[in-house]
């Protein structure tokens, strides 16, 4: 028998091609869906039961879905934005977050990221990962998304990273960006049982794929795009630098 090797970090299994000659042999290295649940099962097994789409009543998603090229090698940090809170239902949020996905312009196919982790460490399932995130503009392939289901901006900071560098007329059309930035002083910190979660998720995630980099969304816009983003603020990259210590991961880029 041929040695192989197995390319992507997923559930493989042999399958005999011949039954009267055992020398050759398949290997099945894209079953997906086993991969998904395979991911579920090693989380509960971690103490940390994922809430699946269907326990939070997730509308199916668009037929024009892509599917993963099954090349995942970063995992982007993101929060929701400033309209989320810890003190809001979990589900709910959820619900949130798929509607205005789905409601954008242009519309994405489902919840742009892949899982959510809320302030009280529960894990959601976002988009299936069998699909391709839209969670970082125009450079989604390879990249798991996770969004913190919180506020982690600070007054300012979407101005600095974010509004400061756009022309006079696009400083006029995100007045009211501009406006909340300066004005909003209630955010969200990440939660001791949110960073924990978030560190097994990421555990969990390399094991399975060749994960190399994680970064938070502002680091991944710049690189694709040259653009500032204030997500995950510069809370939520703390968190960032603390995971890529503790998984022994490279920042984006490298
Ligand atoms: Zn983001």
Redesign the pocket.
Known sequence: MSDYKIEHWTAGQTVPLDDNDGSSVSISVNNRAATRQAIITALGKNGHKLIERSSWHAQPPRESMRESHWDYRDI?I??AGRSYSCGASSIAEMQRVQTEDMGRNPAFDDVGYHYAVSCQGDIYEGRDIRFIGE??ASDNSGKVGI?FLSDLVQMGEAYEQEYGELSFLDKIKNIRGIVTDRMVVKHDRPTTPQIKAAGALCKVLKEFFNIKRLG???EY?MLATNKG?A??GHLGMEVVKSLRMELGLSGPGK
């Open positions: 982007v993101h929060h969670h970082v969004v938070g969304h502002r816009q983003r997500c995950p």
